[in-house]
């Protein structure tokens, strides 16, 4: 799937290309005191009770959170699609401006590439923790995401401010079947001097 293949390799491309930015999230010492912080302000999640239950856990430190669903039935459809977008409202501003919007992507076609890509399936169940993979048609049971850091949802260069990660999975009838905001503060210390 191109959406994949984009976030796996737009890094490398950058790379390969000369104009790799050091990550935020890198080790060095000179750079750590500009590392973001980043803490989970609040979930929103939603899940059609016809099909599912779905709950989400921030974790103590409010930077990594974990999502929970109970599919009561199969999900037969291959015309699932879901929807991202990147919302942020910078500090000392009134109105949030979108970063980054993607529409009717195919979700059955992203499970599919999950499965066939090696470095996707690596980051997901170790990082994490991805409870069991997952195909379409998606069938009943019980489907856990733990450990979702906030660092792997968001950009790498970030400002100060109120960032919200929505994810929506909506079927071919045009019906929501899950949702999920994600809305997280962010400050970067070296902004600040």
């Not at 976030?7 to 000369?18: D, E, S, T, Y």
């Not at 990550?23 to 599912?52: C, T, V």
Request: with cysteine; charged share 25%.
């Amino acid at each position: 799937m191109n959406f994949v293949r984009l976030a796996l390799f737009f890094p490398l491309f950058q790379i390969i290309n000369g104009n790799a930015t050091k990550s935020l999230w890198d080790e060095d010492e000179e750079e750590k005191a500009q590392k973001p912080i980043l803490r989970i302000h609040h979930i929103n999640i939603f899940g059609d009770s016809r099909y599912m239950k779905a709950l989400s856990y921030i974790n103590d430190s409010r930077t990594q959170f974990s999502i929970t669903v109970s599919l009561r039935e199969e999900l037969g459809s291959n015309f699932l699609t879901f929807n991202i977008k990147v919302r942020v409202r910078p500090s000392e501003r009134e109105v949030f401006v979108t970063l980054l919007q993607m529409r009717d992507l195919d979700l059955c076609g992203f499970f599919f590439e999950y499965r066939k890509n090696p470095m996707m399936k690596y980051f997901l169940q170790s990082e994490m923790q991805l409870s069991d993979i997952i195909a379409c048609p998606v069938r009943a049971g019980n489907y856990s995401l733990n450990n979702v850091s906030v660092k792997d949802i968001y950009p790498q260069v970030l400002q100060n401010g109120t960032y919200k990660f929505f994810v929506e999975v909506i079927e071919a009838t045009a019906e929501k079947v899950f949702a999920l905001q994600v809305t997280t503060e962010v400050l970067v210390p070296s902004a600040l001097e």
